[in-house]
């Protein structure tokens, strides 16, 4: 009778620091408030998060395959398959890719991705990698916020008397109106 025996106590160990890798990027995935996809090089997305499910207002089944051009409208269609072209031919990622997105109920909403190249085990292209978040919330209070500003701004131009302001420590800000102190 002959009999072998090998130690695996090293592969065991690599299965496990696998299955704590795997276990870690996909608690990643599903915690992170961004939808992610990935695609295809024919832009059909072919893995996302539940996130995007979320961004996008479209159940897994309906999502899975689609072709980003369902949820934009055909300019928003347009700069995105610039972008992805660009990635493809410069090989570097974009970053803050703002775009309209029509949700599943037809509400549009302004998005903020990113995309990059993923690449096969040989450094082929095969498809690409998105990061994407609602940004209408940010727009909406930026454009509320400005148009207070200029509001300000227009009762302080109007004022036909002296205004002067200061910070929370108080140093003066700025004076509107105050007219010089005559020579003497």
């Known amino acids: 009778m002959v009999a072998t025996a090998h130690d ?8 496990v620091a696998i299955r704590q890798s795997e276990e870690k990027y996909r608690n990643i995935l599903e915690t992170i408030e961004d939808g992610y996809f990935e695609t295809g090089l024919s832009r059909k997305i072919t893995f996302f998060n539940d996130a995007l499910c979320g961004v996008l207002g479209y159940n897994r ?39 309209e997105i029509i949700r599943k109920n037809g509400e549009c909403k302004t998005h903020e991705s990113s995309i990059s190249l993923i690449r096969n085990e ?3 292209s095969i498809g690409f990698r998105g990061l994407v978040r609602d940004i209408t919330n940010r727009d909406r209070t930026e454009k509320e916020l400005k148009e207070s500003q200029q509001l ?3 009762m302080i131009d109007t004022l036909p008397q002296a ?4 910070d ?3 140093v003066y800000k700025g004076a509107k109106n105050i007219l010089p102190t005559p020579p003497g």
């Open 61 to 99: 089944d309906e999502l899975t395959g689609v072709d980003y051009r369902q949820y934009v409208n055909e300019e928003n269609a347009k700069i995105l398959k610039e972008n992805f072209e660009e990635v493809y031919r410069t090989e570097q990622p974009k970053y803050f890719l703002r775009s």
């Open 152 to 154: 300000l701004q227009t």
């Open 168 to 170: 929370s420590q108080g």
């Open 122 to 124: 040989a450094g082929e």
């Open 163 to 166: 205004i002067w302001w200061k």
């Open 8 to 15: 695996i106590t090293e592969r065991r160990h690599t299965e």
